[in-house]
C-alpha cells in the first residue's frame, strides 16, 4: 500500500474518530428543567418570595415526560405547585412556595407555631385514609408552610405541611 492509499484510507477513519458520539437521551427527566419550568410558572426564582423555596430534590429519578410539564396551584393559599408529566402513567410531584406576596399570604408566615427541633407528629394523608408517627422538624413555620421534617436521626428527610402546632401532613392524591 502507498503513502497516499494509507493517508486516504486513514483520514476518513480519523474524522470519524473526531465526530462525537451522540449521547444516548437520559431515561429520567431533568431536574433543572422542573425547576426552570415553576420558576417560569411563579415568575419568581427558587428561595424568592412566591418561588420555590427550594431546588427539587436531585435524588429523584422520574421517568422521562415526552410531553410538556402541566403545573396548577395546589389549593386556594398558592403555597405548593402541583407538578405533573401528562404522559400516560405519568409522574406528579408538589413543590413548596415560599410566602406569596398575594393579599392574606402574609399573615400566616407571620407567627411561626413549630420551630426548628420540635418534636411533631407526622400524619401521611389520603383518600379515606391517615397514618401518623412521631418526628422531629428540622424547620420552623407558621400554618401552612412547608417544612423539612424525620422519622428518626438517621431518617433521610422530607416535606411535610404544618397544619397546627405540633402536627405536620404529607397528603397523598
Not at 407567627?111 to 389520603?126: E, K, N
Not at 420552623?140 to 421534617?149: E, K, L, M, N, T
Not at 411535610?160 to 397523598?172: N, T
Request: hydrophobic share 45%; net charge positive; glycine share 10%.
Amino acid at each position: 500500500m502507498t503513502h497516499k492509499a494509507l493517508l486516504a484510507f486513514a483520514l476518513p477513519a480519523a474524522a470519524a474518530l473526531a465526530v462525537p458520539a451522540q449521547a444516548a437521551p437520559s431515561p429520567f427527566t431533568d431536574l433543572a428543567s422542573v425547576d426552570n419550568a415553576v420558576a417560569a410558572f411563579t415568575g419568581q426564582p427558587i428561595g424568592v418570595p412566591g418561588g420555590a423555596a427550594t431546588p427539587v430534590d436531585r435524588r429523584l429519578r422520574l421517568a422521562r415526560c415526552n410531553a410538556p410539564l402541566a403545573l396548577s396551584w395546589r389549593g386556594d393559599r398558592h403555597d405548593s405547585i402541583l407538578v405533573q408529566c401528562p404522559d400516560v402513567g405519568g409522574w406528579r410531584l408538589y413543590v413548596a412556595v415560599t410566602g406569596n406576596s398575594q393579599p392574606g399570604f402574609g399573615q400566616a408566615a407571620a407567627t411561626p407555631v413549630v420551630s426548628r427541633g420540635d418534636m411533631v407528629t407526622i400524619a401521611l394523608t389520603g383518600d379515606g385514609f391517615s397514618v401518623s408517627q412521631p418526628g422531629e422538624a428540622l424547620e420552623g413555620g407558621a400554618v401552612g408552610s412547608w417544612i423539612r421534617v424525620r422519622t428518626a436521626a438517621k431518617a433521610d428527610p422530607m416535606r411535610a405541611r404544618i397544619i397546627r402546632p405540633g402536627l405536620v401532613e404529607m397528603p397523598i392524591e
